[in-house]
């Protein structure tokens, strides 16, 4: 087996055509033809150098990269598959986007910055814990604040048996049991700064995530798509190779 070659169900993943799940699921239904031969078994290995046809479609390898930031509204899954009847974020983006995989899950009662693109690669580096990429968030709550409280939490506490990382904080505005701040972290665990905050008798009543990473939300509108610009990618590009040195 030659050293560039991969499980089809990844190497056709990386390349835009479907999840991982939903190639497996086309080799089943014996769709996919390598160099033509039928595909019988998800453990099959290629390259970019392979004929591969799926549906009798012949697989393309040339691949432009492109990078998007998306204006998550609230009440929206992030989820490439229907689960009940609320509404996934592919159900409200352009179609032309159908392929494209998210980095920066954001949950149902979330808003904010979500980055798609159709590389796997930067989807898994901005997500590995390991390159503490910065998510930045709007946070207002509700209830009675103690400063000493969320100081101590923000060294990092466990909550459930799940442990949380340091954090940054900032108020920004205090009206009588309402507190806007923002919090700055470099993992974003499962509903982390609403368990956070829920420790410590505290509602999170808004939460809008403005950065990851080196990409901004800035001015996008609620539900919108843009390119990220050239500098935030360039930051991105610099900030991944210094990390592999």
């Known amino acids: 087996m030659s050293h560039n070659k991969i499980r089809i169900a990844k190497l056709l993943a990386n390349y835009n055509q479907g ?4 190639i497996e699921k086309l080799i089943n239904d014996k769709k996919i033809y390598l160099n033509g031969k039928l595909v019988v078994s998800p453990v099959t290995f290629a390259s970019i150098n392979d004929k591969i046809t799926i549906n009798k479609k012949s697989i393309k390898f040339l691949k ?15 989820s490439k598959n229907k689960q009940d009847d609320r509404k996934i974020i592919y159900e409200i983006i352009s179609p032309k986007y159908k392929n494209f995989i998210f980095a920066g899950r954001l949950d149902y009662k979330s808003e ?3 980055v798609l693109t159709n590389s796997s690669s930067i989807c898994r580096n901005l997500e590995l814990p390991i390159n503490k990429f910065e998510r930045v968030y709007e946070v207002r ?5 103690k400063l000493n409280l969320i100081n101590k939490l923000s060294l990092g506490s466990t909550i459930n048996k799940i442990r949380y990382k340091p954090f940054r904080y900032k108020i920004t505005s205090k009206i009588k049991k309402n507190t806007n701040l923002l919090i700055s972290l470099h993992e974003g665990k499962k509903n982390e700064i609403r ?3 829920k420790s410590i008798n505290l509602q999170v009543n808004k939460l809008k995530r403005i950065a990851y990473g080196p990409f901004k939300l800035n001015n996008m509108q609620l539900g919108s798509i843009e390119k990220v610009s050239k500098i935030e990618l360039k930051k991105y590009e610099n900030y991944i190779r210094d990390k592999k040195r």
């Open 64 to 78: 432009n990269v492109q990078v998007f930031k998306f204006f998550k509204p609230k009440n929206v899954i992030c």
């Open 112 to 114: 904010g910055l979500i």
């Open 195 to 197: 368990e956070i905050f």
């Open 141 to 145: 709550v509700y209830g009675e604040l």
């Open 19 to 22: 999840s991982r799940r939903q």
